[in-house]
């Protein structure tokens, strides 16, 4: 089982910036990287960003390119989201999620994540 800790979330005016950090307990040569979904509420849990512990691959989704960026520090086990001109519909419960490599599906879809942290708050007001 792999363990995830997400931190960093909180309260910012929009146009500001906040860090999220996800660490992990471990990692083996059999996982692809970890990525960041977030879930606003009564909407269902959408993919942000994804990253490989290479850090070869990265994937993001459209609404969030050119304001968010994603790296990973192996040899902390953690990844890092960074947000940048933060809007108000960003608000969101965070969560980091492990995938394995060759997940059957896209790496944007909560289904090819097999373990999830409990998630951080971001809330932005305007």
């Known amino acids: 089982q792999v363990q995830l800790v997400e931190s960093g979330g909180g309260l910012v005016q929009a146009g500001n910036s906040l860090r999220l950090s996800c660490a992990a307990s471990?990692?083996?040569?059999?996982?692809?990287?970890l990525g960041w979904f977030r879930q606003a509420p009564g909407k269902e849990r959408e993919f942000v960003a994804a990253?490989?512990?290479?850090?070869?691959?990265?994937y993001f989704a459209d609404s969030v390119k050119g304001r968010f960026t994603i790296s990973g520090d192996n040899a902390k086990n953690t990844v890092y989201l960074q947000m940048n001109s933060l809007k108000p519909e960003d608000t969101a419960v965070y969560y980091c999620?492990?995938?394995?490599?060759?997940?059957?599906?896209?790496?944007?879809?909560?289904?090819?994540?097999?373990?999830w942290g409990q998630g951080t708050q971001v809330t932005v007001s305007s």
């Open positions: 999620a492990s995938a394995p490599k060759y997940a059957r599906t896209s790496y944007a879809s909560k289904t090819a994540y097999d373990y």
């Open positions: 471990r990692r083996t040569f059999k996982d692809f990287g």
């Open positions: 990253v490989s512990w290479s850090g070869e691959t990265t």
